[in-house]
Structures are given as structure tokens and as C-alpha cells.
């Protein structure tokens, strides 16, 4: 049985309707790594480093925490009925009724900040119904923020490139979207274009093909013009990266059923869905930002790097937003290929742009010690993660049931992370059998006892 003391921390999840199995009941403290396999050594361990870094950070001020609950959602990737279940996950939404979507806020979701962590397309079984399923959360009246993820971005360039003239540095985004779109490009295709007439105004497969391929001179022009501001081997992976995707795409849209005509007349309805104003899904990118910050935390889709702190002290999270944006609009190269767009791509490998330990000290600065990002899909729950000793929260929990499905696991996940105003920062998975709980002052207290032991 879970004490007292352990059911308090937890969110009111226990008496909601709908309750997802699998929901922890307990609480554990939050170690380092995957925290899947405990020993008093590594215990000990995982807090000696929480302590030195924590002690680092509140050396340049004080810890901030938010003014209300932020409800954190790392990469639903299309599966609706996961997303309810996290949404349920945080005590503050209930179920209202016996659709998938049939939801109400309570007291708590009334009074908390939803952020969505990015990719909300591809992968699970349903784009449109989580779509949907986000648009009735926010119908509830629900604060919630939309972070930009890499699979959502893609498919902004994708079709933004069709409507424009044909330029090396964009004329490729439609196919560097890859075989991941198919599933999307299927639902849209039955809902919307599934009759007799549907090809009646598409030209032939010849014209649709060069309208959504780039140009046989594409591979010249776009080395040389992306040599002015990226690195040759980030050249070369790109062109590389397309030239299998040129050779295989057309494989993939016939092995799902697609002819080139049905793609691009798909493709022109999903323009006419999320980028003409009055389309049902208009909402989703614009109201899409590059980052969120609370208190001493930064929520991003998947991670920062020295540039970005830079931007960051100098212009401002607002600005940056704005930014983002701008560029979506006017520079989708300079925004994919810059600073901006590594912020939703980076996965601090060695050819992604370096977060240091000056850059690190430079966020310290600023205030801000902790990332909470998706973008990393986990099978234990989140993780804490040091990145040049600056804590990450890795928060994609694996939702979406067909990733789950590649994995071994079962069923659909639920998962949030939860960060309270009074200090703690909890993340909740049906995957791993207690709550996680982080507490930066416990740290703190650590060092004020070894002062007064001294």
C-alpha cells in the first residue's frame, strides 16, 4: 500500500473516469539515466551529480518555479486516445462523455498551462483525430501552448514549397519529407478525396511528378548555394539523405496504394486544410511557437546549443518566437538550416550544433537551468539527462501505439510531466511503476548541512 504522504504527491488521477491502466501509485525519488534498474550505489551516485549541478546552477540566483501547474506532453505522434489518456494523467481533465475526445477540465486543468512538446503528426494511427483532439482541448477553454516538432515543421515546408517558384534551397522539402507522411496523406485521401472526381482538375503524372520532385539540377545548384552557410559534411549528408529519398519515395506512395496524381492531389488538399485561413486545421501552425519559458525552465521539442543561449540573452524568447515564425514564412532554409531550427532537430550528436559549458554557464545566467524537451523516445518513462552538466528532462514517454508496437510494448502509453509551483517536478508513465519525483531543494538542504556540519 502507498503511504499517505506518497498519494498527496500525485495528481487526483486515481478517481477520474477513463483512468489509463498502468498510472503509477507510488513515488520514487528521480535518479539519473533510465532509473529502470535501482542499487544503493547508483542511488548515490545520481544524487552526488543532481547536487553539484543544482549547487552550480543556483550559484547565478535563486531557483524560479512556475505561477501554475504546467502539464508538459512530449510527441504524441497521431495517436488521439494516448494523448486523452495523458490529459487524464495530470488530474486536471476528465472524461465527459464515451467518445475518445469527450473531455472537461476540473479545477486544476482550469487553473494549469498545457504545453504539447512537439510532433503531433506521423507514426500512430490517427493524425487528424489527434489534431482534433488537441482543438477540443482547446475548446475547453484550456491554457496551452503548441511547441514546433520536427515531423510537424516538415510537412509546413512541404507544402509551403509547392505553392512557391522553384528554388534549390526549398524545391526539395515536399520530398524530404519522406515515407513518414504516407499515413497522413492516406486519412486526408479518404476524407476528403475518396469519389470518382477526385483526379477530375489534376494534371498528368508527368506534371505532378515535377511539381512535387526537385529538378534534375537540384543536387548541383542546392550544394553550392548551401556551402555559404553549412558545413561540407552537413552538405553532404543532406544530399545524401535526398538522393535515397528521390530514388525510394515513389516506391512507398505505390506500395500504400498512392499514384504520383493521388499524391499531389492530396498534397494540394492538405495546403488548402493548415495553410489557407478559414482551413479546419489553420489553428494548429498558427499558433505554433519555437519555445516556452517558466520560471528557470525552457520547454523545447529537442534541445539548445550555444547560438540559441545567445539569441536567447540578446533578443528574447518573444522575439525568437517571432522569429520562427517570420522565417516559416519568408526563409523556411534559413530557418531549417540556422540556429532556430536546431532547436527542434538536435540530438547533441557531433554534427549538431554544440552546447557547451560556456554555453551552458551563459543559460545559467540567464536563469535558466533546466530543458524540458521530447524528441528522444524513452521505454522507461522520462529520464534525466546531463548535457555539459545542465539538466535535460527527456520527456517523449513513447505514446503513439504504433512505435510502441516496433518496441515490444503494448497498447497505447500515457505519460506527463508535471512541474509545481511549489518546487518538484514529477513525471508520471504507465511505463515505469512510480511517479518520478525531482526536487532541486532537497539538494540544497544537502549543501546547507554539510555548511553547518563544517
Known amino acids: 500500500m502507498p503511504s499517505k504522504d506518497q498519494v498527496t504527491l500525485l495528481p487526483d488521477y486515481h478517481g477520474a473516469d477513463g483512468v489509463p491502466r498502468g498510472l503509477p501509485k507510488t513515488v520514487d525519488t528521480w535518479l539519473l539515466g533510465r532509473g529502470h534498474r535501482v542499487t544503493a550505489k547508483r542511488v548515490d551516485r545520481s544524487r552526488a551529480r543532481l547536487r553539484k549541478v543544482v549547487q552550480r546552477a543556483v550559484s547565478h540566483g535563486s531557483w524560479k518555479w512556475p505561477k501554475r501547474p504546467v502539464f508538459f506532453f512530449g510527441d504524441p505522434h497521431a495517436d488521439a486516445q494516448a494523448f486523452i489518456g495523458s490529459l487524464i494523467a495530470t488530474g486536471g481533465v476528465i472524461k465527459s462523455g464515451p467518445a475518445v475526445d469527450d473531455i472537461a477540465l476540473n479545477r486544476v486543468g482550469r487553473r494549469a498551462l498545457f504545453v504539447i512538446g512537439g510532433d503531433c503528426l506521423d507514426k500512430g494511427p490517427s493524425n487528424l483525430r489527434l489534431l482534433r483532439a488537441i482543438r477540443r482541448l482547446i475548446d475547453t477553454g484550456a491554457r496551452v501552448k503548441l511547441i514546433a516538432g520536427n515531423h510537424d515543421v516538415r510537412l509546413l515546408m512541404g507544402l509551403r514549397a509547392l505553392s512557391e517558384d522553384a528554388d534549390a534551397r526549398t524545391e526539395h522539402f515536399f520530398v524530404r519529407m519522406g515515407p513518414k507522411v504516407v499515413p497522413l496523406l492516406l486519412e486526408v485521401g479518404k476524407e476528403y478525396l475518396d469519389g470518382r472526381h477526385a483526379l477530375r482538375d489534376i494534371p498528368s503524372a508527368r506534371e505532378c511528378r515535377r511539381r512535387l520532385f526537385p529538378s534534375a539540377a537540384w543536387f548541383d545548384d542546392f550544394a553550392v548555394l548551401a556551402a555559404q552557410s553549412l558545413p561540407d559534411v ?76 545567445r539569441l536567447i540573452d540578446k533578443r528574447g524568447i518573444g522575439h525568437l518566437n517571432r522569429t520562427f515564425r517570420e522565417q516559416l514564412k519568408n526563409d523556411l532554409f534559413g530557418f531549417y538550416y540556422g540556429p532556430l531550427g536546431n532547436a527542434m532537430r538536435t540530438k547533441y550528436r557531433d554534427f549538431d550544433r554544440p552546447l557547451s559549458k560556456d554555453g551552458v554557464k551563459h543559460a545559467y545566467r540567464l536563469g535558466l537551468y533546466a530543458v524540458v524537451h521530447g524528441h528522444r523516445n524513452r521505454s522507461y518513462g522520462q529520464r534525466i539527462m546531463l548535457r555539459r552538466g545542465m539538466i535535460h528532462f527527456e520527456c517523449d514517454t513513447t505514446m503513439d501505439r504504433n512505435s510502441r508496437k516496433k518496441k515490444g510494448m503494448r497498447g497505447f502509453g500515457s505519460g506527463v510531466t508535471i512541474v509545481q509551483p511549489a518546487g518538484r517536478v514529477l513525471g508520471i508513465s504507465n511505463d515505469y511503476p512510480s511517479a518520478k519525483s525531482f526536487v532541486p531543494s532537497d539538494y540544497l538542504q544537502d549543501m546547507a548541512k554539510g555548511r553547518h556540519a563544517a
Not at 535515397?244 to 495546403?271: F, M, P
Not at 479546419?280 to 528557470?296: K, Y
Open 234 to 309: 552537413a552538405v553532404r549528408r543532406e544530399l545524401a539523405r535526398m538522393q535515397n529519398k528521390t530514388e525510394t519515395l515513389e516506391h512507398a506512395w505505390k506500395d500504400a496504394g498512392l499514384s504520383v496524381r493521388q499524391v499531389y492531389a492530396i498534397a494540394c488538399k492538405c495546403r488548402d486544410l493548415f495553410l489557407c485561413p478559414d482551413g479546419e486545421f489553420a489553428w494548429f501552425f498558427r499558433d505554433m511557437q519555437l519555445l516556452h519559458r517558466d520560471g528557470s525552465f525552457l520547454f523545447v521539442h529537442a534541445g539548445i546549443d550555444d547560438s540559441l543561449v
